[in-house]
């Protein structure tokens, strides 16, 4: 399970610690937001103790008209030992009582320039990205013409030096041998190398080469919206292979389900070629062209058409 | 499917000459093998895979190995990483 620690917040987005140094390192679990309004009225049968709490202005000039004590109470409530942080929004000012009880309880709490709506949202963002399901794959991701496409297969089956051919066609490498990927969202995900291979490829007899400074910074992306996957295996004379293109096959990567075409390996048939070509029919059907259907369709045509002769 | 909790004894840890030397190892078999570390998994056959998760020495490794000679492949590599010089 991934988790993000208030430390990092802290460094994302420059926020300044006003107490409760000893609690950085608390960890945050989920990307949802609390606005503790109710709770600082005094309901706390829900209180999300385990989210981020920002307090904005609403909050803050209802707790200024609190009487002491009260006030004092309920900020003691919000800062419990799982809270991972209170962040005070607009440089507002940090009240006394809740000073004292991140003092004892050692809740860090942080302020901002930004305004609520703002920073809630940046923060939803940013945690979202970072606590997504993630998974590695073994594979090559490249960008061929703006298209995603993940070159899976068996090692030595030639994947990396299909990426190279492709990057010397002028696309993108992403990540070689090893791809991250995240679920970024119900329908998105998103493929990125681990970073201490990133930029590099190998190839074997040549061994470990640096893509980014042999063919320049146009030939990397650090990372990239996986829209297909290539399926790379040694050519089986027994099995059946696709050869109309009219239906499409999917495998299923975290939650999302992405189209896979699954191609025969052989020599003298150049696989940089063929999987530029898939890349770009992809985009064709992306736009409601499809090849196959509409040969299909026009062979219907003709065979009703002769029936018709006949009679 | 065989899976075994490792830990990596080597002294340098994986560093580039030995992580080549493990995905050889790991290339002679047939099977399938992964190695997970801290949650992460990576193809024990692509040397940018091993390399990617930085192994240490002193690292809780798990490798699981799947295929006809999956007991001989992890025997092999097991020792390979439980090597002390």
């Known amino acids: 399970m991934a988790k993000v620690h208030t430390k990092e917040l802290i460094d994302k987005f420059q926020l300044e610690l006003v107490s409760g140094e000893e609690g950085i390192h608390r960890t945050i679990t989920t990307s949802d937001i609390s606005r503790p309004g109710l709770e600082v009225a005094g309901y706390f049968t829900y209180y999300p103790a385990e989210r981020i709490q920002l307090l904005g202005k609403t909050e803050l000039t209802f707790i200024s008209e609190m009487s002491a004590e009260l006030r004092k109470e309920r900020l003691a409530q919000l800062c419990t030992d799982e809270t991972p942080g209170i962040i005070i929004s607009r440089d507002l000012e940090v009240p006394n009582e809740l000073l004292l009880a991140s003092q004892a309880s050692g809740v860090p709490i942080m302020r901002t320039k930004m305004t609520t709506t703002r920073l809630s949202s940046r923060l939803t963002n940013y945690l979202e990205s970072r606590l997504a399901p993630m998974t590695a794959v073994h594979g090559v991701l490249v960008d061929i013409y703006g298209i995603g496409v993940l070159i899976k297969g068996d090692s030595g089956v030639g994947k990396s030096e299909t990426a190279l051919e492709l990057v010397k066609r002028g696309h993108r490498l992403v990540a070689d041998d090893s791809v991250e990927i995240r679920q970024q969202d119900e329908e998105t995900l998103v493929g990125s190398p681990p970073e201490l291979i990133q930029h590099l490829l190998e190839i074997r007899g040549l061994g470990i080469i640096n893509v980014m400074t042999l063919f320049g910074a146009g030939a990397i992306r650090n990372y990239k919206k996986i829209s297909l996957i290539i399926h790379l295996e040694t050519w089986d004379s027994k099995k059946v292979y696709d050869r109309l293109g009219l239906d499409e096959e999917t495998m299923r990567i975290l939650e999302t389900d992405v189209p896979i075409l699954t191609l025969p390996v052989r020599p003298g048939r150049n696989l940089a070629v063929i999987i530029e070509v898939a890349a770009m029919n992809f985009r064709l059907k992306r736009m409601g062209m499809n090849a196959a259907q509409q040969f299909n369709d026009r062979l219907t045509d003709a065979i009703s058409a002769s029936d018709e002769e006949v009679f | ?85």
Do not use: C, W
């Open chain 2, 1 to 85: 499917m065989i899976e075994k909790k490792v830990t990596v004894l080597l002294k340098t840890g994986l560093q580039a000459r030995p992580a080549a030397l493990f995905v050889q190892e790991a290339n002679r078999y047939s099977s399938t093998v992964f190695v997970e570390k801290d949650g992460k998994k990576a193809n024990a056959k692509s040397i940018m895979g091993i390399m990617s998760l930085a192994i240490r020495s002193g690292a809780d490794l798990t490798i699981s190995v799947d295929g006809h000679d999956e007991a001989e492949a992890m025997k092999a590599l097991e020792a390979f990483i439980t090597e002390q010089e």
